[in-house]
């Protein structure tokens, strides 16, 4: 796990596998627990037990509307949504991405995010150079993102505080 949630929640909910990969996107620390150990604790149906279902429940929100947003808005508000969303989770306005990783992580090509980066760069959101983002003025990153970071951030705000 790291700041912002928990990789492997599939293990407290009943199934020791699933086909998925783990990503480290921006570095920085997390913590390592036990599989057995999570699981008696999550058992006992107490404070980690409900944290752990509250943030179940708000990531599956997150993709739902990640799902959603990648499919119905366009590139220029996905990337001004993941970039608010990097940045809440790096702690940090520097963030090392790649133009490449970045068209992955929304699902369209490297010259889509080429465009889109120029352009909040332009408006002085941000300020971009080879896999280097320094985010300059995060009010105008919000005013560029779609509805679906705020929907999404309210919901973690709601369900984790």
């Not at 998925?20 to 999550?42: H, T």
């Not at 608010?84 to 068209?103: K, N, P, V």
């Not at 959101?125 to 009010?139: F, P």
Request: net charge positive.
């Amino acid at each position: 796990m790291g700041n912002e949630g928990v990789f492997g929640v599939n293990v407290v909910l009943g199934s020791v596998t699933v086909p998925l990969q783990a990503l480290v996107q921006v570095p920085g620390d997390g913590l390592r627990i036990p599989a057995d150990a999570i699981r008696k604790e999550f058992r006992t149906g107490g404070l980690l037990q409900d944290l752990l279902l509250r943030y179940t429940q708000a990531f599956i929100i997150q993709i739902a509307q990640a799902a959603a947003c990648n499919r119905s808005h366009p590139v220029g508000g996905r990337l001004a949504r993941w970039l608010l969303m990097s940045h809440d989770r790096a702690m940090s306005d520097e963030l090392t991405l790649t133009q490449e990783f970045i068209g992955v992580m929304l699902g369209t090509r490297r010259a889509g995010i080429t465009e889109a980066a120029g352009r909040l760069q332009n408006n002085g959101a941000i300020k971009y150079s080879r896999g280097h983002i320094t985010i300059l003025d995060r009010k105008k990153l919000e005013s560029t993102s779609c509805e679906c970071y705020a929907i999404v951030k309210n919901e973690f705000d709601r369900l984790l505080g």
